[in-house]
């Protein structure tokens, strides 16, 4: 095994690393999930599409730099590092794109992703009912067959309720699943729709959560026409669809390790200008080695997917281990931080975020059942 990475690669850090230096906002951008945040987060994402830095590893025609997985973990380690902006775009680079990559039709791929790396369309997840999260084969929205369409051809017509959409109330599309066969069985009968937000008979009704950001909304669809090129993958493939968006989203793709190696960088600075115990001593070294831990099961992770290995459903290994080390390593920055934790800023706010990891995503607990019986082949019962 050989973990140092190529002259080729070590100058592609360098040019990342640079190039964050001269453009990363001195001051914090507003929350992403405020609408006047979302739109300065925009102008940060069209600065990186402009410099082709917003896709690394997608194709050059789609507004990448054709670079391997390697060099994409490679930018993500120092775009932390650099405290670069949240990435607004994240549900439409990170977990829809791939899955277009795997299941789009050409054409969807041509329009679609240069659109999406440019910050042109933004996308949020449709998944979630108010009746149906964790069992997602229980969702009731549905897409019932029109063959006249409006005119210009066949196509489908979507009604019902999402919820929990991240940043539904400023995104331009929504991906999202809907049941288009009632009589069959519960992960059949599932189609994958690509839904512009300014259709005909959507509803968006965005709502505050704890913090005051308005980062959640709830979106409904009465008779929403859509072409027959707004199915993703085909129609009744829905749930194999869907479960590559999961990959992504419980996998690397979403919070890939740069992440953690650098809020836990940060810890450490934390600990050393405070001044800790030796309980709170072992906590930071704690998550920086977990943090060390998950980039080495991702470098292998990575090894995998370019020699042709899909991750299946250990993605969701990945899933319980960045979200369990975040909440850690949060909670020891506040007991850091002691009575400043009451204090707004970045720590605080981040401890408060990290509290969802657990649920979005998939909850821990379906992670869990799905690692029993799915990669240590423990029975259902
Ligand atoms: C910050 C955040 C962002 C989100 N963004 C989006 C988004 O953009 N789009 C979207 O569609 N959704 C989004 N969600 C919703 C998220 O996907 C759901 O909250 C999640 O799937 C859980 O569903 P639920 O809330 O309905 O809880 P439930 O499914 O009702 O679960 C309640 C509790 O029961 C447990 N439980 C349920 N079933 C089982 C089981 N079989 N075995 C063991 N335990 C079980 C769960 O683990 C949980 O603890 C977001 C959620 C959060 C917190």
């Known amino acids: 095994m050989d973990l140092t990475w190529s002259p080729a690669q070590e100058s592609f850090r360098a040019e990342a690393r640079d190039w964050l230096a001269r453009h990363v906002p001195r001051e914090p951008l507003p929350s992403g999930d405020t609408r006047e945040g979302f739109a300065a987060h925009l102008e940060w994402e069209r600065a990186l599409h402009a410099d082709r830095w917003s896709v690394v590893s997608w194709p050059a025609a789609y507004g990448g730099r054709d670079s391997s997985l390697w060099e994409w973990l490679i930018f993500e380690e120092e775009y932390y590092r650099a405290g670069a902006p949240q990435r607004v775009t994240q549900n439409g680079i990170f977990l829809l794109a791939p899955t277009i990559f795997a299941f789009g039709s050409r054409a969807q791929q041509d329009t679609l992703l240069p659109r999406m790396a440019a910050a042109q369309d933004t996308w949020c997840q449709g998944w979630s009912e108010p009746g149906a999260g964790s069992d997602l084969a229980g969702i009731r929205s549905r897409a019932v067959r029109d063959e006249h369409g409006t005119g210009d051809g066949p196509g489908w017509r979507l009604s019902g309720q999402k919820t929990w959409t991240t940043r539904g109330a400023f995104c331009s599309h929504l991906f999202g699943l809907f049941r288009s066969d009632p009589q069959a069985a519960r992960h059949e009968g599932l189609t994958y729709f690509l839904v512009p937000l300014d259709a005909e008979g ?8 704890l913090d005051g950001d308005e980062g959640f909304a709830e979106v409904f669809f009465d008779d929403v026409f859509v072409p027959d090129s707004a199915v993703l993958g085909g129609v009744g493939r829905g749930w194999t669809v869907a479960m590559s968006t999961t990959g992504s989203e419980r996998g690397l793709s979403l919070r890939s390790p740069g992440r953690f190696l650098a809020a836990a960088d940060r810890l450490a600075g934390l600990a050393r200008d405070r001044g800790t115990g030796e309980r709170d001593r072992l906590a930071v070294a704690d ?11 991702t470098l292998a992770q990575v090894t995998d997917i370019v020699e042709g290995r899909s991750p299946g459903a250990r993605s969701s290994l990945n899933k319980v281990w960045w979200s369990e080390l975040d909440v850690d390593l949060h909670e020891t920055a506040m007991r850091l931080l002691g009575p400043d934790a009451a204090l707004d800023g970045p720590w605080t706010r981040g401890f408060q975020f990290s509290l969802s990891g657990p649920i979005y995503a998939g909850t821990n607990e379906i992670q869990r059942n799905i690692i029993a019986e799915r990669v240590l ?5």
């Open 202 to 209: 959507v509803t968006v009704r965005g709502f505050e959560r």
């Open 287 to 297: 998550a920086w080695i977990r943090a060390r831990a998950y980039q080495d099961f």
């Open 377 to 381: 082949g423990l029975p259902r019962k």
